[in-house]
Structure formats: C-alpha cells, structure tokens
T-cell receptor
Framework: GNSVTQMEGPVTLSEEAFLTINCTYT??????LFWYVQYPGEGLQLLLK?????DKGSNKGFEATYRKETTSFHLEKGSVQVSDSAVYFC????????????FGQGTTLQVKP | DAGVIQSPRHEVTEMGQEVTLRCKPI?????LFWYRQTMMRGLELLIY????????DSGMPEDRFSAKMPNASFSTLKIQPSEPRDSAVYFC??????????????FGPGTRLTVL
C-alpha cells in the first residue's frame, strides 16, 4: 500500500543550525510529494511540493528534492530560526485526480535561541 | 479570501452527547476533506467530498460518525453518541481542480473536541 515514514521527533536544534528531517515513502505509480507545517494551535499549511522525480521544492529557506531512486523527500534548511518551531508533515498524493493525501506521523521541531 | 472556516474552535461535551462540527470551504473549491488528529494515530483522513458528493468514507471510524455536505459552502461532521476516545482535533480542508488536476489542500484551524 501507500505510506509515508518520517523520522521520529522531537528534533531540538539551536538557532542557525542546519536542519534535516527525513521522509521516505512507498507508493504505486508516480506520486506527488508535499511538506506541510503546523504551527501551535493552527491548521496545516503547505510548505513546499514536488510533482515529479528530481524536482526540488523550496519555500522560506526550506528545500526538498524528490528522489525516486531512494523513494525519499528529505526536508532541509540551512539555518533555522526560533520561528521555525512547529510540526512538519511529509505527505504523498498518488492520484492528482482525487487529491487524497497520505500523511506521515509528523516531526516536531524545537529551535532554541 | 477568508480561508477554510471551522466552528466551533473548541468543544467540550459529555459522553453520549451528540456533537456537530461545521466547515465552510474556500469559495470555488471542488473538494472537501475531513481529518482527525490524535497523538496516537497522527493525522487520519475520515472522508472526502467532490462537488458535494461523498467519494471515500473508508476512514470513518464507525457508524457513530456521519458527514454531510448539503451545498458547496457547508459541511458537517456529526458524532452520535460521542465517546471519550473521540477526543481529538478535527480538521477540514478544501481544494480545487484546475486543468484536470487537484490543487493544494488548504486547512482550517481545526476544532478541538474533548469528550468527558
């Protein structure tokens, strides 16, 4: 079946540290991949996406590259800020026809000043 | 645009009571999704609609849960009777279809339900 696996959190970093949150997936066909972010007390917001192999999604200093050979979509940021503290969700969409998303468990990031 | 609107933001009820959660999707969006988020199970898709028609309700936990979408601007998720294990944050999301493909899902702020 289709599934998403994220590294377990929480991830605790100091401000300006480098961030990597691992995400791997299992899917039939050619899924689209997403990273969503959830700030405390809010709903999820789309952070970035990639729709085909080797695409790189980027937004607000975050990047992720769609790696079909390793079935991965790791999230990276070169220098995190306290305001990046949130829960990050990796997700896949198998069919663009339905829009149904399958989410990973989420990874909590805490950035300390 | 106002974004996806959910009400109430918080609901506290007693076991056995009926609970109704409400959602107003973004105007013009064709798809509406209901999710449940818990610490134990993460984010689960309960049901989704396309043009007000339920397409996939395989995630609805049991018969106590029901969802309706009487028109393009309103949906409800009802739990009757409610149980303590239903305590969770319930999210509504909407998206549209453009050029034959579904677009980004936009989430509402969620309803935090506590069943005592």
């Amino acid at each position: 079946g289709n599934s998403v696996t994220q590294m377990e959190g929480p991830v605790t970093l100091s401000e300006e540290a480098f961030l990597t949150i691992n995400c791997t997936y299992t899917a039939t066909g050619y899924p689209s991949l997403f990273w969503y972010v959830q700030y405390p007390g809010e709903g999820l917001q789309l952070l970035l996406k990639a729709t085909k192999a080797d695409d790189k999604g980027s937004n607000k200093g975050f990047e992720a590259t769609y790696r079909k050979e390793t079935t991965s979509f790791h999230l990276e940021k070169g220098s995190v800020q306290v305001s990046d503290s949130a829960v990050y969700f990796c997700a896949l969409r198998v069919s663009s026809n339905t829009g149904k998303l399958i989410f990973g468990q989420g990874t909590t990031l805490q950035v300390k000043p | 645009d106002a974004g996806v609107i959910q009400s109430p933001r918080h609901e506290v009820t007693e076991m056995g009571q009926e609970v109704t959660l409400r959602c107003k999707p973004i105007s013009g969006h064709d798809y509406l999704f209901w999710y449940r988020q818990t610490m134990m199970r993460g984010l689960e898709l309960l049901i989704y609609f396309n043009n007000n028609v339920p397409i996939d309700d395989s995630g609805m936990p049991e018969d106590r849960f029901s969802a309706k979408m009487p028109n393009a601007s309103f949906s409800t998720l009802k739990i009757q009777p409610s149980e303590p294990r239903d305590s969770a944050v319930y999210f509504c999301a909407s998206s549209r279809k453009t050029s034959g493909k579904t677009d980004t899902q936009y989430f509402g702020p969620g309803t935090r339900l506590t069943v005592l």
